[in-house]
């Protein structure tokens, strides 16, 4: 199996514009949000673009303390995403938002590098910071679903309790059917990206496995624990 790992063309890589651009036609002929979903489109051009530069530059770099600043930030932004699905309530409950993610996502976070993986050196930016990327990005949706859930049952006077427990499920539905999904209806991009390159399906699953745990351990933990803190500010009259 050839172990590198293909170029792709910027002309070949154009190619795969055409199908996101007829559905963007679609929408525009259903009168539908076309403008939102081709700015989004170029958003995540620019964005992928200037990070591939970026992240160059970082593992370059080699530097721990880049590393860290970059976690600090990942953390800061996820917990303010995060409460977008309640954004009258954004400054009232980013601090539980935000202990929530640092303690269940680096929690998971350090487990996984320095137990699991066993880096070396401890901060390696090539594997550090995509891993920091999957946990603080998927805890964050969950915190996200689970605080608008929460608030949804709170505001119709559902006893807190159950309001938790209906959030909490709810939270972990998309997470729960990717273990479901995984290896049946679908292989996740880092399987996918490592079979590429010509690393060995047995040890491709494995890594995918890290990751589903991780997802799910880090999502769960970060979850329950927003919505055990933030009882008190939500239940307050």
Not at 16 to 34: C, D, E, G, Y
Not at 133 to 145: H, P, T, Y
Not at 169 to 178: E, F, G, H, K, L
């Amino acid at each position: 199996m050839n172990g590198t790992l293909q170029t792709i063309p910027l002309m070949n890589l154009a190619l795969v514009f055409v199908p996101a651009l007829i559905t963007i036609a679609i929408l525009f002929k259903w009168s539908l949000n076309a403008s939102n979903a081709l700015y989004a489109l170029s958003r995540m051009l620019v964005q992928l673009m200037l990070i591939g530069y970026f992240l160059s530059y970082i593992f370059d770099s080699d530097s721990s303390g880049i590393v860290l600043i970059i976690m600090a930030v990942m953390v800061v932004a996820s917990s303010w995403i995060a409460l977008g699905t309640v954004a009258d309530r954004r400054m009232q409950l980013y601090r539980y938002a935000f202990i929530s993610l640092l303690v269940g996502g680096g929690f998971t976070l350090v487990l996984v590098t320095q137990g699991v993986l066993v880096l070396d050196p401890w901060y390696s930016p090539q594997s550090m910071i995509p891993i920091a990327g999957m946990i603080f990005a998927n805890a964050m949706n969950s915190v996200s679903l689970a605080g608008e859930r929460l608030n949804a049952e709170l505001s119709r006077s559902v006893p807190y309790d159950e309001a938790r427990s209906i959030a909490m499920q709810s939270a972990m539905i998309p997470v729960i059917n990717s273990l479901f999904a995984v290896g049946l209806v679908s292989l996740p991009g880092m399987m996918t990206g490592q079979i590429l390159s010509g690393v060995s399906p047995l040890i491709a699953a494995r890594y995918q496995i890290m990751v589903m745990c991780m997802i799910f351990g880090a999502s769960g933990i970060s979850t329950a624990m927003f919505l055990m803190m933030v009882k008190s500010e939500l239940t307050r009259a």
